[in-house]
C-alpha cells in the first residue's frame, strides 16, 4: 500500500479532530446546550476521523510483525471492513434516533447519497479480499479511507451550520 498517501490521509484526519474540538469549544460558548443532532454529528466526526487514522497506520504497523509481514495488507483490509460494516450500522442507528426523536434541525438528507456508495465501497473491500481479486486490495483500502474521510468532511460541515434547539 502507499505508505505517503496513507500519511497524508492520517494527517487531514488528525486536522479534523482537532478542529472538532475547535467548534465544540466555540459553540459551547454560544448557546447552553447542544441540541442531539449536533452531538451525534462529533461523534460520527470523532469515529470517522479516528478510524482513518488507525487505519492509515495499521498496514505499517502489521508489516512490522515477523509473523504478519506477508498477510499484513489483508488482515488490515479485513479490519477495515469489519470497521466499516460497525461503522455503517452505528451511523444508521444514531441516524434513525435522531429522526425518530423528530429534532427541529436537521440537514438536507445525504443519506440517499452516501449510503449506497458506502454500499459499493464496502462490496469493493469485500471483493479485494478474495485471491482472485487480491490486486484491488490496495485500492479499495485507500477508497474506503477516502470515503471514512469525506464522512467526516461532511460531519464537519453540518457542524458549521447553525443549529436550532431540540424540540423533544
Not at 467548534?23 to 469515529?47: C, D, K
Not at 488482515?75 to 441516524?95: C, E, K, R
Not at 436537521?106 to 454500499?119: C, N, S, W
Request: no cysteine; aromatic share 12%.
Amino acid at each position: 500500500m502507499n505508505v505517503d498517501l496513507l500519511q497524508n490521509f492520517a494527517e487531514v484526519a488528525t486536522g479534523f479532530t482537532g478542529f472538532s474540538g475547535v467548534v465544540v469549544a466555540l459553540t459551547m460558548r454560544q448557546r447552553e446546550a447542544w441540541n442531539t443532532y449536533a452531538s451525534n454529528m462529533i461523534w460520527v466526526l470523532l469515529a470517522a476521523s479516528l478510524g482513518v487514522v488507525f487505519f492509515s497506520f495499521l498496514p505499517r504497523v502489521l508489516a512490522e510483525l515477523p509473523p504478519m509481514q506477508h498477510v499484513a495488507d489483508l488482515v488490515a483490509a479485513a479490519t477495515l471492513v469489519v470497521y466499516h460494516i460497525g461503522f455503517a450500522v452505528w451511523g444508521n442507528h444514531i441516524d434513525n434516533k435522531s429522526r425518530i426523536r423528530g429534532y427541529a434541525y436537521a440537514p438536507p438528507k445525504l443519506a440517499f447519497v452516501v449510503a449506497p456508495i458506502g454500499l459499493g465501497i464496502l462490496g469493493f473491500q469485500v471483493a479485494g479480499l478474495t485471491p482472485q481479486l487480491r490486486s484491488w486490495l490496495p485500492f479499495s483500502y485507500t477508497l474506503t479511507l477516502l470515503f471514512l474521510l469525506s464522512i467526516a468532511v461532511l460531519s464537519f460541515v453540518v457542524l458549521l451550520v447553525p443549529q436550532k434547539p431540540d424540540t423533544a
